[in-house]
């Protein structure tokens, strides 16, 4: 399709593991953006790159969230030695161009830490 | 960061107007005003997004007053597929800037 696509769709592992969600922008999309959205809340922003470059990541909550664009497309966000709190929808989203210009959101990842 | 405050939830009949208004007193001179829609289990949805004024597009009309320091969402004749959270977005369309979605708002639209 030509949306924003997320794999997988739901990922459970358990506490220690590390997992790694993966994020295929529209084609052609130079701004990435994640974000994490706990129950009930609204998305909160994780990290921005336009094209390889990771440009902001201060909403990264700690050094165990990593997150690459190596070729300026896909987009992985690895998350080591996961811990309960980690439990959230991870989205992703682009947009054509840089800045906070209309995005385009994934339907996410649903992750569960037990 | 401009921040944004709406209504936690609103309920509505199928078929009337419906009307979210969202305060941004701090917005910069530099900021757009966006709106998103979110189903459950799916990723926000961009609806609209203005400076000034009036928008309108084929889903929705953005009201936006002269000191830009509220913004109104306007869903015309609203049906059930409706019923979503509607977030308020302020923030420098130039810029990569954090988008800072709040809580938003629960739309529920019955019968």
């Known amino acids: 399709g030509a949306g924003v696509s997320q794999s997988p769709r739901y990922k459970v592992a358990k506490r220690g593991q590390d997992v790694a969600l993966r994020c295929d922008p529209i084609?052609?999309?130079?701004?990435l953006f994640w974000y994490q959205q706990a129950l009930g809340q609204g998305p909160e922003f994780l990290t921005y790159f336009q094209n390889e470059a990771q440009l902001d990541k201060s909403g990264l909550p700690s050094d165990r969230f990593f997150a690459e664009r190596p070729e300026g497309s896909v987009s992985t966000l690895k998350i080591q030695r996961t811990q309960q709190e980690d439990s959230a929808v991870y989205l992703c989203?682009?947009?054509?161009?840089?800045?906070?210009?209309?995005?385009?959101f994934g339907d996410g990842t649903r992750l569960s830490i037990l | 960061l401009a921040k944004t405050t709406q209504p936690i939830s609103m309920d509505s009949y199928e078929g009337q107007e419906v009307n979210i208004t969202c305060s941004h007193n701090n917005i910069a001179t530099n900021d757009y005003i966006t709106w998103y829609q979110q189903f459950p289990s799916q990723g926000p949805r961009f609806i609209i997004q203005g400076y000034k004024t009036k928008v309108t597009n084929e889903v929705a009309s953005l009201f936006i007053p002269a000191d830009r320091k509220s913004s109104t969402l306007s869903l015309p004749r609203v049906s059930l597929s409706d019923t979503a959270v509607y977030y308020c977005l302020v923030g420098d369309a130039g810029t990569a800037s954090k988008l800072t979605f709040g809580t938003g708002t629960r739309l529920q639209v019955t019968l």
């Open positions: 989203a682009s947009s054509f161009r840089e800045g906070n210009q209309p995005q385009h």
């Open positions: 084609s052609g999309h130079v701004s």
